[in-house]
T-cell receptor, first 115, second 110 residues
Framework: EAGVAQSPRYKIIEKRQSVAFWCNPI?????LYWYQQILGQGPKLLIQ????????DSQLPKDRFSAERLKGVDSTLKIQPAKLEDSAVYLC?????????????FGPGTRLTVL | QKEVEQDPGPLSVPEGAIVSLNCTYS??????FMWYRQYSRKGPELLMY????GNKEDGRFTAQVDKSSKYISLFIRDSQPSDSATYLC??????????FGDGTTLTVKP
């Protein structure tokens, strides 16, 4: 079974530029998550999708971050404009459902450096 | 104050040692308690999860949950160099929204 795929793996941009990350979840997984992991910290949930609808985006900085999940499969996360404090690893995860017992499978992440 | 606090480490132990990793939490609504392992430059992978209080064992790993004290632990027996990684505790109220600790980095020396 293929895992969660993410691209690019690394990205370096200047502040105020825009950037987009892509995630392809495990086939058949209805729930998709984007997390932000700052160095030395645990992952922080940015947004949770159930199929192509948003379940929770309470911690997404909506003035600069946006995310979509077209057709309930792939997802993109965009930052525009980027700030220095956005430097982090952006992790995508997927699970069969949205219950606490549903295992979340993580991708390798995209490491973003904002200069 | 964070909802989930994790002993920061880092921990360095000799091969074969017993390792204890711990987290405390403040949200009494948490029902699911997970431990993830994260190798450098990789995403977290689920090691174990426990529902409510009690112990759960899987090979060399034992997870303990004490809801009355809001305290969870992961024990690793006969630790191996391949166990060297960052261990993250995470908790869920059953909404699929996990709250993570900041991780403890473990090094097992041969």
């Amino acid at each position: 079974e293929a895992g969660v795929a993410q691209s690019p793996r690394y990205k370096i941009i200047e502040k105020r530029q825009s950037v987009a990350f892509w995630c392809n979840p495990i086939s058949g997984h209805a729930t998709l998550y984007w997390y932000q992991q700052i160095l030395g910290q645990g992952p922080k949930l940015l947004i949770q999708f159930q199929n192509n609808g948003v379940v929770d985006d309470s911690q997404l900085p909506k003035d600069r971050f946006s995310a979509e999940r077209l057709k309930g499969v792939d997802s993109t996360l965009k930052i525009q404009p980027a700030k220095l404090e956005d430097s982090a690893v952006y992790l995508c995860a997927s699970s069969l459902g949205a219950a606490g017992a549903d295992t979340q499978y993580f991708g390798p992440g995209t490491r973003l450096t904002v200069l | 104050q964070k909802e989930v606090e994790q002993d920061p480490g880092p921990l360095s132990v000799p091969e074969g040692a017993i390792v204890s990793l711990n987290c405390t939490y403040s949200n009494s609504a948490f029902q699911y308690f997970m431990w993830y392992r994260q190798y450098s430059r990789k995403g977290p992978e689920l090691l174990m999860y426990t529902y409510s209080s009690g112990n759960k064992e899987d090979g060399r790993f034992t997870a303990q949950v004490d809801k009355s004290s809001k305290y969870i632990s992961l024990f690793i027996r006969d630790s191996q160099p391949s166990d060297s990684a960052t261990y993250l505790c995470a908790m869920d109220t059953n909404a699929g929204k996990s709250t993570f600790g900041d991780g403890t980095t473990l090094t097992v020396k041969p």
